[in-house]
């Protein structure tokens, strides 16, 4: 079935090191994909997004990397600060009768240690 | 712009009850969408709406029932509150199908 799962569920980094979070994916139908952040007691926060037509994406430092051959994306985040504490979770959509559906990792709570 | 707003962001209800979740955008986006969030699990999708007048079942609607008259206002329904209720939910719009999601910040209910 359709299924978008993560690969660790916390993640503790050092203050000033780079974070990688990752996400695999089963529906190889699906063509965009979103990286969320989602601090306590509020509502997700659009990140970053992919296209399939792109394998790579950076922003402000962060970077979504899309490798559809193995159906992975991953989140990189530059010199981590203490902010970026939260969960992550990565969303994938594709069309489904002509409604773009959209499916939910579980999440990667991501710790920064100062 | 506000982006997306929910009310109330916290309420209890007795099984049984019925309540009313609040959920605006001032974005003018056409897709609104609200979802559950339950510990250890991904945002599940309960009902959707690609425009005023127009709403379609997500993966979880039992029990629940929306009405979009406005482009603005996106109200979640909750008849008969039962335990299995219990959750946090989100409401969300985007301009399309195609594009990035805004959520609110959620309304965190129980039912005991």
């Known amino acids: 079935g359709e299924n978008v799962g993560l690969h660790l569920p916390t993640l503790s980094v050092q203050e000033g090191d780079n974070s990688i979070i990752n996400c695999a994916y089963s529906?190889?139908?699906?063509?965009?994909f979103i990286w969320y952040k989602q601090e306590s007691g509020k509502g997700p926060q659009f990140i970053i997004d992919?296209?399939?037509?792109?394998d790579k994406r950076q922003g402000q430092r962060v970077t979504v990397l899309l490798n559809k051959t193995v159906k992975h994306l991953s989140l990189q985040i530059a010199a981590t600060q203490p902010g970026d504490s939260a969960v992550y979770f990565c969303?994938?959509?594709?069309?489904?009768?002509?409604?773009?559906?959209?499916?939910f990792g579980i999440g990667t709570k991501l710790q920064v240690i100062p | 712009n506000a982006g997306v707003t929910q009310t109330p962001k916290f309420r209890i209800l007795k099984i049984g009850q019925s309540m009313t979740l609040q959920c605006a955008q001032d974005?003018?986006?056409?897709?609104m969408y609200w979802y559950r969030q339950d510990p250890g699990m991904g945002l599940k999708l309960i009902y959707y709406?690609?425009?005023?007048?127009?709403?379609d079942k997500g993966e979880v609607p039992n029990g629940y029932n929306v009405s979009r008259s406005t482009t603005e206002d996106f109200p979640l329904r909750l008849e008969l509150a039962a335990p299995s209720q219990t959750s946090v939910y989100f409401c969300?719009?985007?301009?399309?199908?195609?594009?990035?999601?805004?959520f609110g910040d959620g309304t965190r209910l129980s039912i005991l």
């Open positions: 969300a719009s985007s301009l399309g199908g195609g594009q990035p999601q805004h």
């Open positions: 529906n190889s139908a699906s063509d965009y």
């Open positions: 992919i296209r399939s037509n792109m």
């Open positions: 969303a994938e959509m594709g069309d489904s009768g002509g409604y773009q559906k959209v499916t």
């Open positions: 974005m003018n986006h056409n897709y």
């Open positions: 709406s690609v425009g005023a007048g127009i709403t």
